[in-house]
């Protein structure tokens, strides 16, 4: 059976970085770029015409910053995922961006392979952060959430978390449990509220740092 290439939306207001990410993702199997934006809000504008899998984002741009953009992808297309590429790693940023939805989060000089992995895991629902990055969420982590074992989790949540750590969507989530997909949505409300989260990104860090997901 053929499988639909994941559509991909590259907004950078910098045409050589564009350029690079358009021809990179180019000789990519199963991947097809479908639309570029050179500022916020036109990466909104084509993000709501063209309905893409995945829009790499950067922060820093005219008109409507990453940020911005993020947010209202999050209302207009909530099922394209956001994946940051970009120069600045500053902990406000990287804490606006997952807080606006973005499931990935990578600095530009990133190698060509780490950047098809984030692509191709975060359409699969999936969330990607480079070392960094990584290190910076799960200083946060640490500090807002002192018990790594997850007590106050039911054993199907903290099942169902296991899963989502892991980068598995909520679709092969239910198939996998046997259970609704709906219950499954309801389950990861419940382990947001439980564990003090506002993204699936920061539930996904939080989770592996405890051990969740091997």
């Known amino acids: 059976m053929e499988v639909d290439p994941i559509r991909v939306l590259v907004a950078d207001d910098h045409p050589i970085v564009r350029g690079g990410l358009v021809a990179l993702l180019d000789t990519l199997d199963g991947v097809e770029v479908v639309a570029q934006a050179a500022d916020g809000a036109a990466a ?22 990453g940020v911005q953009a993020a947010r209202r992808m999050a209302v207009e297309v909530p099922e394209t995922a956001v994946l940051v590429l970009t ?18 989060y990578l600095l530009k000089g990133a190698e ?10 975060v359409a699969a629902g999936g969330a990607i952060f480079s070392a960094d990055v990584a290190s910076r969420v799960l200083g946060r982590s640490r500090a807002s959430e002192p018990a790594p074992a997850f ?58 740092e405890s051990g969740f997901g091997a």
């Open 44 to 65: 909104v504008r084509e993000a709501v015409l063209s309905r893409p899998d995945v829009v790499i984002l950067d922060l820093r741009m005219p008109h409507l910053d």
């Open 87 to 104: 120069m600045f790693d500053e902990d406000e940023l990287i804490a606006d961006a997952l807080a606006a939805g973005a499931r990935g």
């Open 112 to 121: 060509p392979e780490e950047i098809e992995r984030a692509v191709r895991a």
């Open 151 to 208: 007590p106050q989790l039911t054993a199907r949540e903290r099942e169902v978390l296991d899963l989502i750590a892991r980068g598995i969507s909520n679709a092969a989530i239910a198939t996998r449990l046997g259970i609704a997909a709906k219950t499954i949505g309801n389950h990861i409300s419940a382990i947001f509220l439980k564990l003090g989260v506002a993204s699936r990104p920061e539930a996904i860090v939080l989770a592996r």
